[in-house]
């Protein structure tokens, strides 16, 4: 399997590109940091899972799941590090799935205004193809989804393929959400390839997932280098996130990737709805999402209801005033933005959800 590197362009520092770097990646680590005077963010999974590599550094370990994605669990690694002495010339790295990349991410950007720099070793398929690359840092507040955030890029990504085994199955199944999404947004042949595929064939080829990875990568480096703060065209990456998020929001059951896959269901409801995409190519979608083992729709015994759900649709912070900007599919591998009020996607949605 080869190694290969992606640079993303960073706004106003064109000289010096984020760079991620994909296959055996984990070895770079080591002169990454050389001279760097680092901390590590983690959870206790990875720092069970690689003692001596988190043991290496002075290190902060954070609770798991998106419960711990608050300003609390900010506030508290900001108290670890003034701990730990560090300042504003140290470096932070985040080893983890998305959660730690995230509040990583965050937390680099605002400890005393800022630190020297900071990166990512992500160790979730989620992570790697989605969560730790773009520069979109952020916490959840009152079960809102990373309505606190900054656009900040990490100077580095280390996605290595091989602490992907040691991941358990259902976050595999997850991660593989945002690399559909990735198909549907803008490459019809890598959705293609999980209809030639089941779950076990695609994940237990390195190869393939190694492709999967560095073009889903890819796609959303090109995506970010041309609209870095998501004022425009970045937007496309939020396919099937406006109502990924409420389900989160309002079931509390499902992993991010899950919710995406129900997220995707639902906008291809919607894109056939609208005379964009035909039923055969919805049912395409829905069925590549059933066969990585993801649901396609909120189950019925969580008891939540479609009014909960597009309430919680219409508090998403793409909504701007009574309007939102939401993602639709123009047939498989095109996605397009449209901007709807609150009551034409109420309208729409209710009989989908």
């Known amino acids: 399997m080869t190694t290969q590197e992606i640079l993303v362009p960073r706004a106003g520092r064109p000289e010096s590109?984020?760079?991620?770097?994909?296959g055996d990646a984990l070895p770079r680590l080591d002169s990454l940091l050389e001279r760097r005077r680092?901390?590590?963010?983690?959870?206790?999974?990875?720092?069970?899972?690689?003692?001596?590599?988190?043991?290496?550094?002075?290190?902060?370990v954070i609770g798991l799941g998106e419960t711990h994605k608050t300003l609390e669990t900010v506030g508290y690694i900001y108290r670890e590090l003034l701990k730990l002495g560090a300042d504003r010339g140290s470096y932070i790295v985040?080893?983890?799935?998305?959660?730690?990349?995230?509040?990583?991410?965050?937390?680099?950007?605002?400890?005393?205004?800022?630190?020297?720099?900071?990166?990512?070793v992500a160790t979730s398929l989620l992570a790697q193809v989605d969560a730790s690359v773009g520069g979109k840092n952020g916490v959840n507040l009152d079960g809102y989804k990373n309505i606190v955030g900054v656009f900040h890029q990490p100077d580095f990504v280390l996605c290595d393929q091989g602490m992907l085994a040691t991941?358990?199955?259902r976050e595999l199944r997850a991660g593989l959400a945002e690399v559909i999404k990735c198909g549907l947004i803008r490459d019809a042949e890598l959705f293609g390839l999980f209809e030639n595929h089941t779950f076990?064939?695609?994940?237990?080829?390195?190869?393939?997932?190694?492709?999967?990875?560095?073009?889903?990568v890819t796609l959303k480096a090109a995506v970010v280098a041309a609209d870095e703060t998501e004022r425009g065209e970045r937007r496309l990456l939020n396919l099937g996130h406006t109502f990924a998020h409420a389900v989160?929001?309002?079931?509390?059951?499902?992993?991010?990737?899950?919710?995406?896959g129900i997220g995707l269901c639902i906008a291809a409801g919607l894109s056939h709805k609208l005379g964009l995409l035909s039923a055969?190519?919805?049912e395409r979608i829905v069925a590549v999402v059933d066969a990585m083992g993801?649901?396609?729709?909120?189950?019925?015994?969580?008891?939540?209801?479609?009014?909960?759900?597009?309430?919680?649709?219409?508090?998403?912070?793409?909504?701007?005033?009574?309007?939102?900007?939401?993602?639709?599919?123009?047939?498989?591998?095109?996605?397009?933005?449209?901007?709807?009020?609150?009551?034409?996607?109420?309208?729409?949605?209710?009989?989908?959800?």
């Open 17 to 22: 590109p984020s760079r991620i770097v994909i």
């Open 38 to 60: 680092s901390v590590v963010i983690t959870d206790p999974n990875l720092e069970a899972a690689y003692p001596e590599l988190i043991g290496r550094y002075p290190h902060v």
């Open 94 to 120: 985040g080893v983890g799935g998305g959660i730690v990349t995230d509040i990583t991410g965050f937390v680099a950007s605002t400890y005393m205004r800022g630190v020297s720099g900071f990166g990512f």
């Open 167 to 169: 991941l358990p199955e």
């Open 200 to 216: 076990g064939s695609f994940t237990a080829d390195a190869e393939l997932l190694h492709r999967a990875i560095t073009v889903s």
């Open 248 to 260: 989160e929001k309002c079931t509390g059951r499902y992993l991010h990737g899950e919710a995406v």
């Open 280 to 282: 055969s190519e919805k």
């Open 294 to 353: 993801l649901p396609t729709a909120v189950a019925p015994d969580t008891g939540v209801t479609p009014a909960q759900l597009l309430a919680a649709a219409a508090s998403d912070k793409k909504r701007e005033a009574a309007e939102i900007d939401y993602v639709l599919m123009d047939g498989i591998g095109r996605a397009i933005r449209r901007r709807m009020t609150l009551k034409e996607l109420d309208a729409l949605a209710a009989d989908i959800l």
